[in-house]
């Protein structure tokens, strides 16, 4: 069975059912059927379809929701956590039916684990979990003494904390390193050099080429230093290659040495079913993080799911303010124990959060297995078309036979640099896609093979801030309201390009910033402008419909 399918729930819906779901909700997303103008290689002006191959960086919406947050704005718009009128109760059913909703998506037990709300995605859900088991008060210790805290430096400071944080430091100073990997995005990296340190981080390279990690080289950390590691952190599936990691095997092996797991599923859970718990419980993922936008629903928040324990505190480790609190005085307050109350103080996104728990009830009566199976069929027609054009590369395991991927590919056209790729298929063909580094730039340097002196000159230029020379990949990305005319389209543009590149490069200047630009042609027109929008309305005209 493929990694990104796992087992439906037996009183699920018919899976010709479910399929039929599927193709509904494929067909329901907004702008898959505008044309917007391109520009021709002779400079005139012409209409074409947009092709959005842009997913993992932000998914489109279902017309549903748009319609459903038009429909609470209507009825029921309030803030929440108040029972003296019906919309605030209105409001604050609907936070908790999301919250839910999005742990019965990831199969979780709500008497064992939370569903926490964050801000900015899931490098805000990656940066709480930081906090709390890095105290933010403590981490200085970890960072100044890495050989260890001078005994009667650790006496004094002792004295000075509480029982709650003096159980903070010893868990602290007995486990303070993190084993991640090489392949995250810089939210499930960042952080945790932040917290304890580059010294304290170990990191697990991957297998050249073939874009897979080295699980030799976790084994061999693991075995080494595992009653040290705190937490293993790792992404579920690759934001540059597409590649699934082995999750379940990483999981228990840190559960072997007492550590727990945090799983960046961003970009995981919008194309694979996944279960927090496992039948071999050795199997169980304690934490995942998400982000709603990646999950079809642009404008939403981040979510960390996981372990509750973990959280069982009289602390706060998240912002102070409003609805947090039993009680305040000016010299002192007391903090309410329910976890969701403490730690999601203040009026929160809630048009976003109602947004992420109908995206996550509709895609659990689709079945994550549903979804998985059409992505997998259209992302073997993807791979096999960029492979088939002479001279595009494509990174990472290409035979996903072997190694199983999710709907991303990087590739580039070998001899052009991957900002006038992308620049070319936005322009002429309509065609949405990324280039760059992807926030995974450990990753993108050691699949493209930069040499230690070539690396130190691209990073010079970086700093004094000019990217007209740095190396990265384009991406195409798929979601479920991708299709193979979509994948032809994108075929097609490439072998345009490469019949004609010198040409089409020709046309293009370069900024500092690393955008390609057209030259001697007005920049084609905005989708979307505030500004219009408003002096319109000003005017008294309507709506105005790019």
């Not at 952190?233 to 597409?242: D, E, Y």
């Not at 640099?417 to 322009?427: F, K, P, Q, R, T």
Request: charged residues 25%; negative net charge.
């Amino acid at each position: 069975m493929s990694t990104l399918q796992t087992h439906v729930p037996v009183n699920a819906p018919s899976r010709a059912k479910r399929r039929d779901l599927f193709s509904r909700l494929a067909k329901d997303f907004m702008g898959l059927d505008r044309h917007d103008p391109v520009i021709t290689m002779d400079g005139a002006l012409a209409s074409k379809r947009r092709v959005y191959l842009d997913t993992t960086a932000t998914a489109l919406m279902p017309r549903l929701i748009a319609d459903s947050l038009n429909d609470y704005y209507t009825h029921a718009c309030a803030n929440s956590h108040t029972d003296a009128h019906r919309a605030g109760r209105d409001t604050t059913a609907a936070i908790e039916y999301s919250r839910d909703a999005i742990g019965r998506l990831l199969g979780y037990d709500p008497t064992r684990d939370v569903v926490l709300f964050t801000a900015n995605g899931a490098t805000g859900a990656t940066n709480f979990l930081a906090r709390a088991l890095f105290p933010p008060e403590l981490r200085a210790i970890v960072k100044r003494f890495p050989k260890g805290v001078p005994p009667e430096f650790r006496r004094m400071l002792r004295e000075s904390l509480g029982a709650a944080m003096q159980t903070a430091l010893d868990e602290l100073e007995a486990r303070p390193l993190i084993v991640t990997t090489i392949m995250e995005h810089h939210s499930n990296l960042l952080p945790w050099i932040e917290a304890v340190g580059k010294h304290n981080v170990r990191v697990v390279g991957v297998n050249g080429a073939d874009g897979t990690l080295d699980m030799d080289a976790f084994d061999r950390i693991m075995a080494s230093e595992g009653s040290r590691v705190r937490l293993v952190a790792v992404t579920g599936v690759s934001n540059v290659t597409g590649i699934v990691n082995p999750v379940r095997r990483m999981a228990k092996v840190a559960h072997q040495c007492g550590a727990q797991i945090l799983v960046d599923a961003a970009q995981w859970i919008p194309h694979a079913k996944v279960d927090l718990h496992q039948a071999d419980a050795s199997e169980d993922i304690d934490f995942v993080t998400l982000s709603g936008h990646k999950l079809y629903a642009p404008g939403s928040r981040g979510a960390l799911i996981g372990n509750m324990a973990t959280f069982d505190c009289n602390r706060c480790i998240s912002d102070v303010g409003g609805g947090m609190v039993e009680y305040v005085a000016i010299d002192d307050y007391d903090v309410k124990k329910q976890v969701t109350a403490r730690e999601e103080a203040g009026t929160p996104n809630i048009p976003g959060t109602i947004a992420m728990g109908l995206i996550a009830e509709m895609l659990d009566r689709v079945g994550m297995d549903v979804v998985a199976e059409a992505e997998e069929q259209l992302t073997a027609k993807l791979m096999e078309r960029l492979l088939q054009i002479d001279g595009v590369k494509v990174y990472g395991a290409t035979d996903i036979g072997r190694v199983h991927r999710a709907g991303v590919v990087s590739f580039n056209v070998l001899g052009y640099e991957h900002g006038l790729v992308a620049a070319y298929l936005n322009d002429v063909h309509n065609i949405a896609v990324r280039d760059g580094c992807f926030c995974a730039h450990p990753y993108v340097k050691q699949l493209m093979r930069f040499g230690h002196e070539e690396e130190k000159c691209f990073r010079a230029q970086m700093v004094q801030g000019d990217r007209r020379n740095i190396p990265g990949m384009v991406r195409a990305s798929l979601g479920v309201y991708s299709t193979a005319d979509d994948v032809a389209v994108l075929g097609d543009a490439l072998e345009s390009f490469k019949k004609d590149a010198d040409r089409i490069a020709s046309r293009y200047s370069v900024h500092m910033d690393g955008t390609y630009r057209l030259k001697e042609m007005p920049p084609l027109p905005c989708t979307f402008d505030v500004k219009d929008l408003v002096a319109n309305w000003e005017k008294g005209g309507e709506r105005i419909a790019h």
